[in-house]
């Protein structure tokens, strides 16, 4: 089973465009991982927020991490067509470094 | 500095047979997990191996079998395939047991038909 959802499933902007994601999930959580993946293909680690962290930044993604309510936020910002992938967001509990997956949010930025 | 491979890459089975699909972890890194991906779904933990033993377990039956190798590359096996097992599964290693990063694999896509 998943650990929660993704919001929305698909999103189609325009190149230049913000992007924002949504996750929320279900049990207490060790840390959460943003992953992307090109056509159905091999997952790429792209951020990791702890627990006890609130925002991180890298490059043009941020990530908000909000315990009270079980969710984070991806935002990819100054949209590029090559950022047209499927973005996952994955939890790890204490129990093990075993990723729990969402469901996925498929992004087409357009050119 | 190789990454993680698997293969095959593509693989066409007949229901009730069996599949092995095989992983090379990153260099350096110790600790292999399989998750099965669905189409248009995310990923799906299987397994985790780490000293040749099975360390942790999804909600997969027993057909789901897999292998540890003294030089940490793995197998995923499948016996008795079902119409539902058709997916990419992907393979993942770690520097450890507690590294958080995993890196994936490229993915073998099992079609069963």
């Known amino acids: 089973s998943q650990q929660g959802e993704e919001d929305p499933q698909a999103l189609s902007i325009q190149e230049g465009e913000n992007a924002t994601m949504n996750c929320s999930y279900k049990t207490s959580i060790n840390n959460l991982q943003w992953y992307r993946q090109n056509s159905g293909r091999g997952l790429v680690h792209l951020i990791l927020?702890?627990?006890?962290?609130r925002e991180k930044h890298s490059g043009r993604l941020r990530v908000t991490l909000d315990t009270s309510k079980k969710s984070s936020s991806l935002l990819i910002t100054a949209s590029r067509a090559a950022d047209t992938a499927s973005y996952f967001c994955a939890t790890v509990t204490n129990a093990g470094n075993m990723l729990t997956f969402g469901g996925g949010t498929r992004l087409m930025v357009k050119p | 500095d190789a990454g993680v491979t698997q293969s095959p890459t593509h693989l066409i089975k007949t229901r009730g047979q069996q599949v092995t699909l095989r992983c090379s972890p990153k260099?350096?890194?110790?600790?292999v997990s399989w998750y099965q991906q669905a189409l248009g779904q995310g990923p799906q933990f299987i397994f985790q191996y780490y000293e040749e033993e099975e360390r942790q377990r999804g909600n997969f039956p027993d057909r789901f079998s897999g292998h540890q190798f003294p030089n940490y590359s793995s197998e995923l096996n499948v016996n008795a395939l079902l119409l539902g097992d058709s997916a990419l599964y992907l393979c993942?290693?770690?520097?450890?047991?507690?590294?958080?990063?995993?890196?994936f694999g490229p993915g073998t896509r099992l079609t069963v038909t």
């Open positions: 993942a290693s770690t520097l450890s047991l507690i590294a958080d990063e995993q890196y």
């Open positions: 260099s350096g890194h110790d600790t």
């Open positions: 927020i702890r627990s006890n962290e």
